[in-house]
């Protein structure tokens, strides 16, 4: 179980809630991933960089098995939530996936209202026995995303009518809906303009207090501000990882430095 610890520059080293080992990852006879090992503490975020089509995605959608998804995809390796191996065959994958939720690239609201957006997953597990637990459910997810304030008077509008931005934040609000331990975050800002951008990344920081996060950004100024770890990723090889400051500051690998100040990317 969580044995293990990790440093991240908060005070306590924090126990290490995902373990990954040698995982390597095939697209049909392409691989796309490399022996990748790593471990991603709790209640901190950890930050995926590096040039595009890196893996850097890839690695992202193992954790929650959205590689599964993808036709002729093979993960090898091992991957632990807690000490569970998420690919046991045993395993139920719906479970995993609202243990671990995931945030994509694109805010993907449901064609529905902005309640029912957030009760579609509690209600399909079942977490609300009573239209008021379900309330209670939809103010509380929506409180955690920053975003009841700005939608409570018009929760039976449709989730599209909202801003990029608000469409994001409600993406968000779903995936905590379900109680998940740990949330996926595919570069959640690629879509958005400075000032949303700046909201999500206020929001990444508040919710790291309840949630183990990792992110994948391509934006290393973004992985600085809101990551307490960073691993980079370079053609479907784990380079490196570590506290986000040392990454940034005093890389052991030369590839890594030479992505951070610009020489390639």
């Known amino acids: 179980m969580k044995s293990s610890t990790i440093r991240t520059p908060d005070a306590e080293a924090r126990p290490v809630r995902v373990k990954a080992r040698e995982v390597c990852v095939f697209y049909g006879p392409k691989q796309a991933l490399f022996d990748v090992s790593i471990d991603i503490p709790e209640k901190a975020v950890t930050a995926f960089i590096g040039p595009s089509g890196c893996g850097k995605s890839t690695f992202l959608r193992c ?14 390796g091992r991957i632990e939530l807690d000490g569970d191996d998420v690919y046991d065959a045993s395993l139920d994958v719906v479970e995993l996936r609202a243990r671990v939720g995931m945030v994509f690239q694109k805010p993907n609201p449901f064609p529905k209202s902005i309640y029912e957006n957030i009760a579609y997953g509690p209600r399909i597990h079942g977490l609300a026995s009573s239209k008021a ?6 103010e509380s997810s929506l409180q955690k995303a920053s975003l009841w304030d700005e939608v409570k008077d018009r929760l039976q509008e449709p989730g599209t009518g909202l801003s990029g931005g608000q469409q994001q934040r409600l993406c968000i609000a779903r995936a905590i809906a379900v109680s998940p ?5 595919d570069e959640p800002c690629s879509a958005l303009d400075p000032i949303a951008t700046a909201k999500i990344e206020e929001l990444i920081d508040e919710l790291r207090e309840n949630y183990t996060i990792a992110i994948v950004t391509h934006s290393m100024q973004q992985a600085a ?17 570590g506290p986000t400051d040392q990454i940034f500051t005093s890389p052991a690998e030369k590839r890594t430095q030479d992505y951070i100040t610009g020489r390639f990317g």
């Open 225 to 241: 501000r809101v990551s307490q770890r960073t691993a980079f990723f370079h053609l479907g090889n784990l380079v490196e990882e």
């Open 181 to 185: 331990e740990v949330i996926l975050m």
């Open 63 to 76: 954790l929650n098995r959205m590689n599964d998804t993808i036709e002729g995809a093979r993960v090898t």
């Open 133 to 138: 637990d379900m309330d209670g459910i939809v």
